[in-house]
């Protein structure tokens, strides 16, 4: 047992694809790399020593005594960072397990729910209606949330997965501008569309890419107060589709827009606009297109609006 | 009448679901626990089963294997009714011969019932 420990423990491969860091992060690979550095130079000092200084195995004796200390203390360090690892991937697994435990009690309330406003039951008077859209609403809000605490632990534990397929961005938001038109109709918002002739097909996972577009419309319609504008516009750039999209809403004050991308943030615009919405959106926008090797960036002014892009490698 | 088996160890959907079925003209027989799930499938012999992954005495992926392991039972459709949504999930319950796979946060009740209806009769 305590042979198989240490023989995992010697896998740097495995070791640091656990913790989901690149090899040039991974604190064994570090330790690896140091561990070397410092025999290398002990050995050109002894080299050095013995062709300069009457005494190299006191200069030797030093040289080793400090690559002790060293050592120690890359030790010490790459293993206080895989305990924070740890500890952040536990978090994330009991974001995960909390997440899966609400999903069924919320099922259970929203089909309960489902049946009573059917009228099955009886007759619904207008006042209790009402009352019922309210709960229908809110457990509808917390599956939305719940589904996102999911993605971000997903992400975070690095099991999202990415399926690579060909598709055609411009179907996609062509689909899913119609799949929002009565939430921008009741908003009194509206899309425009404008997509590059013959766009090529582009290799990345449909269902993630859609989850991204969902998002940037989504936030696009909420933040945007009164007469609303939003411009969709695809084009072809450097080997990538280019989207972009651009509103006349809240836009987000300056000294917010650096903490945009950051799990949980919410901008102060943000929240005079809408009390609603978990401030994960963009987060799990910006760590897909990541995976996706896409780039993401924005321009906004507070009061004017925002314009949010994205690029997708085409292959 | 079409029979439908519902594996399911949560009794506030047994209600729900069970009798949104029934309304909608089936025969609805249910399990509350895996092992009761396996032994049903073979006695009642219905048309459809519903199931859920995480029951009590069999979980649901061995139900799963079970029911397709038995020539009696090997032929019946299963609809996959879960809250578990990790791809690998869902690919080991399709590998293991389940006929779809819908994740109850992602449906209402009426949706799952257009599933079953095009399960039994599509």
């Given at each position: 047992m305590v042979i198989k420990k240490i023989l995992s423990q010697l896998n740097l491969l495995a070791q640091c694809r656990k913790y989901d860091t690149p090899l040039n992060q991974c604190p064994q690979f570090l330790f690896l790399i140091m561990g070397l550095i410092i025999i290398f130079s002990s050995v050109i000092t002894y080299a050095l020593g013995a062709r300069y200084i009457k005494d190299p195995q006191i200069v030797l004796l030093l040289v080793l005594s400090v690559a002790a200390v060293l050592l120690v203390l890359a030790n010490l360090i790459s293993r206080s960072f895989e305990r924070l690892a740890q500890a952040n991937r536990l978090k994330s697994e009991f974001v995960s397990i909390v997440s899966h435990q609400l999903r069924s009690p919320l099922s259970n309330m929203r089909w309960a729910l489902e049946i009573l406003?059917?009228?099955?039951?009886?007759?619904i008077e207008e006042k209790?209606?009402?009352?019922?859209?309210?709960?229908?609403?809110?457990?509808?809000?917390?599956?939305?949330?719940?589904?996102?605490l999911l993605t971000v632990s997903r992400i975070e534990t690095a099991r999202l997965s990415f399926k690579k397929e060909m598709f055609s961005l411009e179907e996609l938001v062509k689909e899913l501008i119609s799949s929002f038109e009565p939430f921008s109709k009741a908003s009194n918002t509206e899309i425009s569309f404008q997509a590059e002739k013959d766009l090529p097909m582009v290799l990345s996972d449909r269902s993630k890419i859609k989850l991204v577009i969902e998002n940037l419309i989504d936030n696009a319609i909420r933040y945007t107060k009164g007469k609303g504008k939003i411009e969709i516009k695809l084009k072809k750039k450097d080997g990538s589709v280019y989207f972009?999209?651009?509103?006349?809403?809240?836009?987000?004050?300056?000294?917010?827009?650096?903490?945009?991308?950051?799990?949980?943030?919410?901008?102060?615009?943000?929240?005079?606009?809408?009390?609603?919405?978990?401030?994960?959106?963009?987060?799990?926008?910006?760590?897909?297109?990541?995976?996706?090797?896409?780039?993401?960036?924005?321009?906004?002014?507070?009061?004017?609006?925002?314009?949010?892009?994205?690029?997708?490698?085409?292959? | 009448m079409k029979r439908i088996l519902f594996i399911e160890d949560e009794s506030a959907l047994q209600k729900t679901l069970g009798e949104t079925l029934r309304e909608n003209g089936y025969e609805v027989v249910s399990a509350l626990d895996g092992?009761?799930?396996?032994?049903?499938?073979?006695?009642?012999?219905?048309?459809?089963?519903?199931?859920?992954?995480?029951?009590?005495?069999?979980?649901?992926?061995?139900?799963?294997?079970?029911?397709?392991?038995?020539?009696?039972?090997?032929?019946?459709?299963?609809?996959?009714?879960?809250?578990?949504?990790?791809?690998?999930?869902?690919?080991?319950?399709?590998?293991l011969g389940a006929t779809s796979y819908l994740v109850k946060a992602n449906y209402s009740l009426k949706e799952v019932v257009d599933k079953v209806k095009t399960a039994l009769e599509g």
């Open positions: 406003m059917s009228g099955n039951m009886g007759k209790q209606l009402e009352y019922f859209s309210i709960l229908r609403e809110n457990s509808d809000r917390m599956r939305e949330l719940v589904k996102d972009e999209i651009k509103d006349n809403g809240a836009g987000i004050p300056k000294e917010d827009q650096k903490y945009i991308f950051q799990k949980f943030f919410r901008s102060k615009s943000a929240l005079r606009y809408q009390t609603e919405g978990s401030g994960l959106g963009l987060y799990i926008v910006k760590s897909i297109l990541e995976k996706a090797k896409g780039k993401i960036g924005f321009r906004s002014r507070e009061g004017k609006g925002s314009t949010f892009w994205f690029t997708l490698p085409i292959k | 092992e009761s799930g396996v032994k049903l499938a073979k006695t009642k012999k219905p048309n459809l089963i519903l199931l859920d992954l995480i029951l009590p005495k069999l979980p649901g992926f061995e139900v799963l294997k079970q029911l397709k392991k038995e020539e009696e039972t090997k032929d019946i459709p299963v609809i996959v009714l879960t809250n578990l949504e990790e791809v690998k999930d869902v690919e080991k319950a399709m590998e």
